[in-house]
């Protein structure tokens, strides 16, 4: 038996952060207005101060259970992919087995992943069904990221947006998700980082001092800190490679793919990446305009959104690319 | 091999807000109106298309004008 995707949902929370909002929040982000829009975000989606990631998956599994037409209590296992999660211990995927109805005979893990960790967990899934013999595994993807960036760092601002998404996999006779390259590089784990608050260092006063880096982005030690340059070096050294060792271990070449979903990071980078691996636009889907880069939850919204608009179809084969806080990554091809 | 005027003008098609004709050699390209992070990843997506070679962020650190980023470019050509 093969694992597949059957069923895909997303939930976004109702309050908007648009363009016209972040450029009267900061003024002097005007002058380089054309520079934030080759990002392609034009609109995101920001979580409530008292909603949690936990919250947002759970209003993402309801969204599945009811467009699909999916029975909870056939869930075997539970993947919470997020950075963000309710209580040291127990872990969230305990808080939304309870809510969305799960049965007790449900398997439920975490896993502490950002824009790779879609792969990862489809990865995870293949190897439940395949190797233990489950039929199906609820992923769950959550970010509630925007809680987590200073109030004055506009770069991160712009980019982030809220959201949670709920896959079904499961298992048939027909190929669907097929090999997997994952990596990680923990030389660079400070690249994307909120370095206070957890087991290494504690909240102190010096937690919120304001960090101002060359161009001018202000953070803290408390908030999130992504060195842009840095992150967008990674992106241009380990896609490509990533996807080459793809296709080599499918034995697959780079037209064989017919429709290319990555982590929508930012549409700059995806642009660039494609223009150097010269795969057309015609097999790229992107899906970013109205909700921002959305962690581990872009990949699955990406093709959901594709697959409603006819581009991603049954029979094609699908690349999917994730990269990021690790730094870690991952790719797979998949059939739907 | 690269030269330096190409290098130059080809960067500054790439900036897109920037008037032609403005950036030499010798420019300081964070003293560029409206400088910005997404013009560091300009300055790398530009020279990975154009000449192979992948700047990262220490070596953006680095350089301070136009032809500075030339020079680490030619470098990491050798």
């Not at chain 1, 199906?136 to 200073?150: A, G, P, Y």
């Not at chain 1, 939850?297 to 690349?319: F, N, R, V, W």
């Not at chain 2, 032609?20 to 530009?46: C, E, Q, V």
Request: hydrophobic letters at 40%; proline letters at 3%.
């Amino acid at each position: 038996m093969s694992a597949y995707i059957k069923a895909i949902s997303y939930h976004l929370p109702e309050k908007i952060f648009s363009n016209e909002d972040f450029f009267k929040t900061f003024p002097s982000a005007i002058e380089q207005k054309d520079n934030y829009l080759r990002i392609g975000v034009k609109n995101r989606h920001i979580v409530d101060a008292n909603h949690t990631a936990s919250d947002l998956g759970v209003k993402a599994g309801l969204a599945l259970f009811k467009e699909h037409n999916i029975n909870p209590k056939e869930i075997d296992f539970l993947l919470f992919c997020s950075l963000e999660f309710d209580y040291h211990f127990p872990s969230s995927c305990s808080i939304i087995q309870e809510k969305l109805n799960l049965p007790s005979s449900c398997g439920a893990t975490d896993y502490n992943l950002g824009c790779s960790g879609y792969v990862y967990g489809l990865g995870l899934a293949k190897g439940l069904i395949e190797s233990l013999g489950m039929k199906n595994v609820l992923l769950i993807t959550s970010s509630t990221l925007s809680k987590k960036i200073h109030a004055k760092d506009k770069s991160n601002r712009f980019i982030f947006g809220d959201a949670a998404a709920a896959t079904l996999i499961s298992s048939r006779k027909e190929t669907g998700l097929g090999s997997f390259v994952l990596g990680t590089d923990g030389k660079q784990a400070e690249k994307i980082i909120i370095k206070d608050g957890a087991g290494r260092n504690p909240i102190s006063e010096n937690s919120y001092k304001e960090i101002e880096d060359e161009t001018g982005n202000i953070t803290s030690n408390a908030h999130l800190h992504m060195e842009g340059t840095g992150v967008f070096y990674f992106g241009l050294k380990t896609i490509p490679a990533m996807i080459k060792e793809l296709l080599e271990k499918e034995k697959l070449k780079l037209e064989d793919v017919d429709l290319f979903i990555f982590h929508q990071a930012n549409l700059f980078l995806i642009s660039t990446v494609c223009s150097k691996l010269n795969i057309p636009d015609t097999k790229v889907f992107n899906y970013m305009e109205n909700v921002g880069n959305t962690v581990s939850s872009s990949i699955p919204i990406t093709l959901y959104q594709a697959m409603k608009d006819g581009k991603a179809k049954a029979g094609q084969k699908i690349l999917l690319a994730g990269f990021g806080v690790g730094l870690s990554w991952g790719a797979t091809i998949i059939e739907l | 091999m690269i030269n330096i005027e190409e290098f130059t003008k080809g960067l500054e098609v790439e900036f897109e807000d920037v008037e032609p004709g403005t950036l030499n050699p010798d420019t300081n390209f964070r003293n560029i109106k409206g400088w910005s992070s997404m013009h560091a990843l300009i300055i790398i997506a530009y020279i990975d298309a154009n000449y192979n070679a992948l700047l990262n962020g220490a070596d953006l650190k680095s350089a301070q004008t136009i032809g500075d980023l030339y020079k680490i470019t030619e470098e990491k050509l050798k």
